[in-house]
């Protein structure tokens, strides 16, 4: 199965809320990443959390990671309308340079 | 700086016909990955290039499924004969020194 198992795989919440998205993953790894896929769109990069980095922030997205769980979180703040998207974890597991990607999180903020 | 270029954006092609798909990665960049997404699937690792050298292709689903990647600005992903089930969104990334990669806007296949 995928490195990176995301939960949940839906979530809908209201404009101003905080959005919490969960990915777990199974071997160790180097580092963490975290994209974002607008509908029809390619993935964008939105940050990265080292192995030995357990908290890392970036605007209104706050990133932990767990490596004793195998764990890490995407929180977004003060959700947007404009949040809306996919959400993806990522694992650099140094497999000769890939990421291995999670199913991804599908963000719905209404406004 | 122009980010990962593919073309054609959209193509809609018969059942049996041969399907090239193209990618310019950024420049600079050493590693070259060819995806395939659809609802049932999600995202997969069809294969990827390390310096114009193919390193994975475990991801690529059968024979009729071929890549190349000629010089260090271009690579191409090949169906031939093209069937219904291979309509996805086929996306390319690049990275370079950090493992962050770079996607380009994809391409939507439809085969009928």
């Known amino acids: 199965s995928q490195q990176g198992e995301e939960d949940p795989q839906a979530l809908s919440i209201q404009e101003g809320e905080n959005a919490t998205m969960n990915c777990s993953y199974k071997t160790s790894i180097n580092n963490l990443q975290w994209y974002r896929q607008n509908s029809g769109r390619g993935l964008v990069h939105l940050i990265l959390?080292?192995?030995?980095?357990r908290e890392k922030h970036s605007g209104r997205l706050r990133v932990t990671l767990d490596t004793s769980k195998k764990s890490s979180s995407l929180l977004i703040t003060a959700s947007r309308a404009a949040d809306t998207a996919s959400y993806f974890c990522a694992t650099d597991a140094n497999q000769g340079g890939k990421l291995i990607f999670g199913q991804g999180t599908e963000l719905s903020v209404k406004p | 700086d122009a980010g990962v270029i593919q073309s054609p954006r959209h193509e809609v092609t018969e059942m049996g016909q041969e399907v090239t798909l193209r990618c310019k990665p950024i420049?600079?960049?050493?590693?070259l990955f060819w995806y395939r997404q659809t609802m049932m699937r999600g995202l997969e690792l069809l294969i990827y290039?390390?310096?114009?050298?193919?390193?994975?292709d475990s991801g690529m689903p059968e024979d009729r499924f071929s890549a190349k990647m000629p010089n260090a600005s271009f690579s191409t992903l090949k169906i031939q004969p093209s069937e219904p089930r291979d309509s996805a969104v086929y996306f390319c990334?690049?990275?370079?020194?950090?493992?962050?990669?770079?996607f380009g806007p994809g391409t939507r296949l439809t085969v009928l």
């Open positions: 990334a690049s990275r370079g020194t950090s493992s962050t990669q770079y």
């Open positions: 290039f390390n310096n114009n050298v193919p390193i994975d």
């Open positions: 420049s600079g960049h050493d590693y």
């Open positions: 959390i080292r192995s030995n980095e």
